[in-house]
């Protein structure tokens, strides 16, 4: 290793440098990144240096050249954690704090860009970069009190085969009954289509008004008998305080079985967190919503109350690393009713950066003790879930991703009826224009 001298961008005009370590091989990318900006080409100086990142990130020239290139590719969120990480290591950078009021300026986040901007005015910079602080400086100004809104459709489908498509005992007996073949486990392939929107309004002062929506139908050639129709929807707000963040909102969904109402829920979502370091986050959640059936099957009905308590680590400006521990419990709404339960489990989550796409990783585990008995039976439920799913991004075209996955399940209880395994394969196409 060994120290090279490289040029800030901002302050090129003045002709300071900044000492970096670096290797023969990084100092070549670095000069071709550098090479690729000053032609206007940030997309390919994101495609050469993203791929790196997990393995250079702490570089803080790198992450300068890699927060330029991520904010003049429409990717804000990671030019600000990019170019704070720079920072970071170089307080003293002025082309990395140039750089991140610009992002925070794209972001809307007014109120942490104007400062920066006019910090960098102190320091007494060239009359070019000088003239271009003040534009910024008079931007923000005269900026309407309120980014613009942004609305987002998507529509998505879904191919794939199910192991256990009714999510059924594999056995055909019980108690020495003989079950309804609907009733054992039957696998199928399936289809399914969805469309649906996200809307987003931020505000000057850092929170942001959301709104979702989703509507899906599922078909499985082999088990019509369970094909479901789901619509569901979000909305609410979030906001950001210095190191605190969270929101806070309402969320609920409606579902039909073969074409006949089946289950609905509505519900409302509390989180607050702590940014605790430059990676870490902690954060805090209650969820509390009414689940409700079909008349013919209301004794399932139940009030639900979850907590949840998760620590986030954040290894690039693209992925993380996430810890959950989740609690509560169902209240049954009748009397006599065996459905209430208490629950608790955790979820491991990953979601990293493959080059321009990425991959996401679950696993988790969730014990339920049901109040009642089943047949003359106290039941417990141990269920185990795992998610594998990579997303391609830009497939044949821009803004349609195809999305590989595999799900599984295994429901071990004590009482053999609700015990199965299961296993998802799906291969889904999205379109979501940028």
Do not use: C
Request: charged residues 20%; glycine residues 10%; proline residues 4%.
């Amino acid at each position: 290793m060994f120290a090279v001298l490289l040029p800030t961008a901002a302050s090129a005009q003045s002709g300071a440098t900044l000492e970096v370590q670096a290797d023969a091989e990084a100092q070549a990318l670095l000069r071709s990144a550098e090479s690729r900006l000053a032609t206007n080409d940030a997309a390919g100086a994101w495609a050469l240096l993203s791929p790196r990142e997990a393995e250079l990130a702490g570089n803080p020239y790198f992450d300068y050249l890699l927060g330029i290139a991520a904010l003049d590719t429409g990717r804000t969120s990671e030019a600000i954690f990019s170019l704070q990480r720079s920072l970071a290591v170089e307080p003293g950078f002025s082309g990395a704090r140039m750089e991140l009021a610009r992002a925070y300026f794209e972001a809307g986040d007014t109120d942490q860009a104007r400062p920066l901007f006019v910090t960098l005015l102190d320091e007494n910079p060239p009359p070019g970069v000088r003239d271009v602080l003040n534009r910024y400086i008079a931007a923000i100004d005269t900026r309407p009190a309120s980014p613009k809104a942004r609305f987002t459709p998507f529509a998505e489908f879904t191919a794939g085969y199910d192991s256990n498509a009714n999510g059924s005992t594999a056995d055909n007996q019980f108690l020495g009954f003989t079950l309804s073949p609907q009733n054992v486990e039957i696998d199928s392939p399936f289809g399914e289509i969805g469309v649906g929107f996200n809307y987003s309004r931020p505000n000057r002062n850092q929170t942001a008004w959301y709104l979702g929506g989703r509507a899906g139908h599922r078909h499985n050639s082999d088990a019509s008998f369970i094909d479901s129709s789901v619509v569901s929807g979000v909305g609410g707000a979030s906001w950001r305080r210095g190191a605190m963040f969270g929101r806070a909102g309402v969320d609920g969904y409606w579902s039909a079985r073969d074409g006949d109402s089946n289950e609905s829920y509505v519900g409302a979502d509390l989180m607050v967190g702590r940014t605790v370091t430059d990676r870490w986050e902690l954060s805090l959640g209650v969820r509390t919503g009414a689940v409700r059936y079909d008349d013919l099957i209301d004794v399932l009905d139940v009030d639900r109350l979850l907590a949840r308590v998760s620590a986030s680590y954040r290894f690039s400006s693209l992925g993380s690393f996430s810890v959950e521990l989740i609690g509560g419990q169902d209240d049954e709404r009748q009397a006599g009713s065996p459905y209430g339960n208490s629950k608790f489990g955790g979820r491991l989550s990953l979601d990293a950066p493959v080059g321009n796409n990425s991959l996401f990783l679950a696993a988790g585990v969730l014990t339920s003790d049901y109040d009642g008995l089943f047949y003359g039976m106290p039941r417990e439920d141990d269920q185990l879930t795992a998610m594998l799913q990579v997303e391609f991004r830009d497939v044949m075209t821009e803004g349609l991703s195809l999305f590989p996955r595999v799900r599984y399940v295994d429901n071990d209880s004590d009482v053999a009826l609700y015990s199965y395994d299961r296993i998802e394969f799906g291969l889904m196409l999205r379109w979501m224009p940028r």
